[in-house]
């Protein structure tokens, strides 16, 4: 257990809906980062806030979006889903911004039918 | 971040020692080395990181070369559950994001 936590574990939706993932850091950690990880692309680097602020962006669609709260947990929305954006969502959190070890949370499914 | 190469996939018997190589010859003097697993669709696990020297932690140690072009993850004593695609990653001082390659499929036999 990295002792990250992310809601929920699984999620069906169908295609042009929107829908919020959440993530718990692990205590003490400042910095959430969000992974996708698809069948065909692999894991990929969506997005990362520090303290309540985006720190770097990586891949990360313009239907997407997150935000860190001031309690430090974090939400990804995705909105008009595709059938493309099926995959695993990954929350990973350290205690720093930068160069810091990552853990990671369990996941999220998502299916968009 | 340098480019790593890994082998797409090793077996190893159970309870022998387990060593996966990774090749990163772009590498420059301040990008550390860090290895990751994921064990069927998990979330990635952090194993061992290191820069210069060899590290050793309670899961594996890591020997990088000392020219750092290569280095090489040992699971001293494999088991059923390492099973995983072990990813080696290559990291650069400031740079936040893990870039995950391919990595290697990592198939403890019985």
């Known amino acids: 257990d990295s002792g990250v936590t992310q809601t929920p574990k699984h999620l069906i939706t169908a295609t042009g809906q929107r829908v919020t993932l959440r993530c718990s850091p692990r205590s003490g950690d400042l910095s959430v980062y969000w992974y996708q990880q698809s069948l065909d692309q692999g894991l990929q680097f969506l997005i990362q806030?520090?303290?309540?602020?985006?720190?770097a962006k990586g891949n990360i669609l313009e239907r997407f979006s997150a935000q860190q709260f001031p309690d430090l947990h974090s939400e990804l929305n995705l909105s008009s889903l595709e059938l493309g954006d099926s995959a695993l969502y990954f929350c990973?959190?350290?205690?720093?911004?930068?160069?810091?070890?990552?853990?990671f949370g369990p996941g999220t499914r998502l299916l968009v039918l | 971040d340098a480019k790593t190469t890994q082998p797409t996939s090793m077996d190893c018997a159970e309870g022998r020692a387990a060593n996966l190589p990774c090749n990163h010859s772009?590498?420059?003097?301040?990008?550390?080395v860090y290895w990751y697993r994921q064990i069927h669709s998990q979330g990635p696990q952090y194993i061992i990181h290191?820069?210069?020297n060899n590290e050793t932690n309670e899961m594996a140690s890591l020997i990088i070369t000392e020219d750092r072009k290569s280095s090489t993850l040992i699971l001293p004593h494999a088991t059923l559950r390492d099973t995983a695609v072990y990813y080696c990653i290559v990291l650069d001082t400031g740079r936040r994001a893990l870039t995950f390659g391919s990595g290697t499929r990592l198939q403890v036999q019985p």
């Open positions: 806030y520090y303290n309540g602020e985006e720190r």
């Open positions: 290191g820069l210069k």
């Open positions: 990973a959190s350290s205690v720093r911004a930068d160069q810091e070890t990552q853990y």
């Open positions: 772009t590498i420059s003097g301040n990008e550390y």
